[in-house]
């Protein structure tokens, strides 16, 4: 690179540092709500996957099937231009308390958490078969019933095991928020598309976007070994 | 069959535990066949015979974690294996110790022992606490309160596993082969506290390969093969002077 393209991504970077901004907080925003519905999903539907309850089974197979099996783009196209359309009602825009989440945010968020929640219910399912089948004996044989030694047993060790794969999961969803912009809400991607429209800097901009993406994808990693070190009880 | 005067002898009101006609089978393999036991107050009934022999599957038939394909299981007059009764009330009254611990090990000993009788309200949380730290004195593990299981031996694991047994104050203990997962030096330890458990009158079925402790223990002893139950009678009588051939077969290979 020449000296002259430094100075330009040192430049465009402090320009538009705000806008930036704002499109970052608003993919973590929507990162971490989407992950946290994400995993209420995957807990329920994961359980229902192991469940001895053969409808429960199916209507988990089938949610999974069909987020798995359809790309993420079509799945946002579908939800927020179709399925209102459909069923004639507009995505709100909701205040909660000072702060306004935007129709399309709404949107943003039911799709990204359907959508992680599909890849959670594998790794809930996943993670209570990975603990050893004693554990539910002894919780079970001691008077608890199936739905407290789920909880107080199988799911925290499960969970320990699943860890990794969550933060892997907070990733991916976080890196597939860009597909939003599709939609048209500002987050990271759509912020530097409309940069570019205007000042034409598509090599340095996309850039300078890719450079944050990284950065909140390798804290995260690091936060990931972390949590991991500190969980692991005793050893 | 010799069984039949031990069941005219037993048929009476103090019975913890009536089987009666047990049949179990995985599949197409029966691995219980016609079990027919009743096992008094305070007593202590060993179980021994090969492996594969059908008797950890009828240990665990006591409480209901395997479902029965015939017969009954009573526990004070209540058929466990009818869906009326509520199984958590009643597994509650029977504690087990599993041979490979079954510890939680996300949680320390002390909590181990607690989680029980605080998640089923049974005690709050100081008298969970206090009688949590008595139960760790008794096994003889009050230093290792805070510890993890996996910072624990196998012989130390095992009397954590008896003291959270025991913490829902149950009338029965079921033993499933509790050494066989042990390093030879630690296995007294573990047979110790089940001898001061048998003295204090707790009603005890223990799968065990220690017949040394089934002759000390032990009230009666079972020898179960192919899913029946071959041979019973005290430890005297069915260690020293076996009757049946398979029981003589077999005692000449453990002992």
Known sequence: ?235 | MENKSVQEETAMPSHKIVVRSLKKSFHKLKVLQDINVEIKEGEVVVVIGPSGSGKSTFLRCINRLENINGGEIYIDGKNIHDRKNDINQMRANIGMVFQHFNLYPHKTAKENVMLAPVTLKRLTKEQASKQADELLVKVGLSDKADAYPSQLSGGQKQRVAIARALAMNPQIMLFDEPTSALDPEMVGEVLEVMQDLAKGGMTMVVVTHEMGFAREVGDRVLFMDGGYIVEEGTPRELINHPKELRTIDFLSKVL
Request: proline share 3%; charged share 10%.
């Open chain 1, 1 to 235: 690179m020449s000296n002259i393209m430094e100075w330009k991504v040192i430049a465009l970077f402090v320009q538009h540092f705000s806008t930036f901004m704002n499109a970052l907080v608003l993919t973590l925003e929507i990162s971490i709500i989407s992950l946290a519905f994400a995993t209420i999903l995957g807990v329920v539907f994961g359980l229902f996957k192991i469940s001895k309850i053969k409808p429960l089974v199916i209507l988990s197979n089938f949610y999974t099937s069909i987020i798995r099996g359809t790309p993420l783009l079509v799945q946002i196209m579908f939800i927020y231009f179709g399925v209102p359309m459909v069923f004639g009602f507009k995505w709100p825009m909701l205040m909660i308390g000072t702060w306004k989440v935007t129709s399309m945010m709404t949107s943003g968020i039911v799709i990204m958490s359907i959508n992680a929640g599909a890849y959670m219910t594998e790794l809930v399912r996943g993670g209570v078969e990975a603990v050893d089948k004693g554990q539910m004996e002894a919780a079970r044989s001691s008077g608890l019933s199936y739905g407290q030694a789920m909880i107080k047993i199988i799911l925290p060790q499960a969970f320990r095991v699943m860890l990794p794969s969550i933060i892997n999961q907070f990733i991916c969803t976080l890196k597939d928020t860009s597909l939003l912009s599709i939609i048209g809400l500002r987050e990271l991607t759509q912020n530097t598309k409309i940069i570019v429209a205007n000042n034409m800097e598509s090599f340095t901009m996309y850039f300078i976007v890719g450079v944050y993406y990284w950065l909140i994808v390798n804290v995260l990693t690091m936060i990931a070994s972390w949590i991991e070190r500190r969980t692991s009880y005793g050893k």
